[in-house]
């Protein structure tokens, strides 16, 4: 019995070792090399997608907006100063896609340390979701944090520009991490 395993084993041996394998061998081996250059040719291309920054949309209105006249159904937050002069609807709206999960986060201004207050999913373009605050001059009051499907998140603090007076998309800061970035390499949401 144990000299049927020897010969069996070295008629394995023989075989892998033939030159039947040889181009087997070679066609793995052009193969992973188009799979590493196609790899890298993605992995540069999407390292330069920013995905969020032309999919929303953040506006500033007076408080004289008709929101439901404009909108079709906004969420409105809890967040709602009617008590203040210098209050601004602020409307934030995705643009061409929905946006799996969202936040509005209170900043303490003492460690700038965040809390959440409400959270939402699911925002798309046909719900855009409301706050009506006064932008504080320096120190943000709240922060609007979402998600994409892969697991990066963004923040935008509500501030006055002290600039130009203009608050657009330009102040939303991207949070990515390594993790993210293979899951958008991937494609695993």
Known sequence: MVEFLVSLYQFFVKFLESSIWNPIGNFFTFFGIISAIFFFVRARHNSKIKEWNDNISIKDYGADYDLEKNEKSPIYSKIWDDESSYAKLIVFKPVNCIIPKFKVMQVNPLNLKRKTIEAFKDISP????????????TI?????????????????????????????????????????RIRRLLEWK
Do not use: M
Request: aromatic content about 16%; charged content about 30%.
């Open 126 to 137: 046909e719900t855009p979701f409301c706050i009506k605050v006064e932008r504080a001059e």
């Open 140 to 180: 943000p009051s709240y922060c609007l944090r979402w998600y994409s499907d892969y697991g990066e998140y963004y923040d935008y603090e509500i501030t006055e520009n002290r600039r130009n007076g203009i608050n657009t998309i330009e102040g939303v800061i991207y949070n990515k991490n390594i993790i993210t």
